[in-house]
């Protein structure tokens, strides 16, 4: 028979959820892991305010060629604060209609996926940031048609 005090099981509860938010961070600035096993990226552009050197969000293209499926997340970079921004990551097949995931989230949007085996995508993705003047700024990427295959 194990005993266990209420300070052993308070102890494992935090580990747990410590190590659950880590494996859930990395996730967020993975889009490899977010879009799941099997996928790379075959495109990234970074949406950079003009005021600034840095990148606020990464726009990820990425495609696992089994399945023939793209995946788009679009990564916030160089935040520490927490604060939701509103955020967007869509792609669509040639043609189609845009399927997108925008919202005010923490560190990404997305996944977002289409199979497109033998046919050409677009992808797009976009971050809103505050000004210097308190203002709020949307930069949006949106490709061209292409990645076709």
Known sequence: ?????KASITALTAMTVALGTA???SAATNPVSACG?????????P???ATLAEADAVVYLLYNASTGYN?????????????PQ????????EGGSWS?????YKSY???VRVQAKGKCIQFKGGIEFPSASGTYHWDEYVSSIGHCG
């Open 1 to 5: 028979m194990h005993i266990y005090t």
């Open 23 to 25: 494996t859930s961070a």
């Open 37 to 45: 096993s099997g996928y790379y990226v075959q495109e990234k552009k």
């Open 47 to 49: 949406l950079v305010r």
């Open 71 to 83: 995946c788009v997340v679009t990564v916030h970079q160089n935040r520490t604060d927490g604060v």
């Open 86 to 93: 509103d955020t967007m990551a869509g792609i669509r097949v």
């Open 100 to 104: 997108t995931d925008r919202g005010d």
């Open 109 to 111: 949007a997305g996944p």
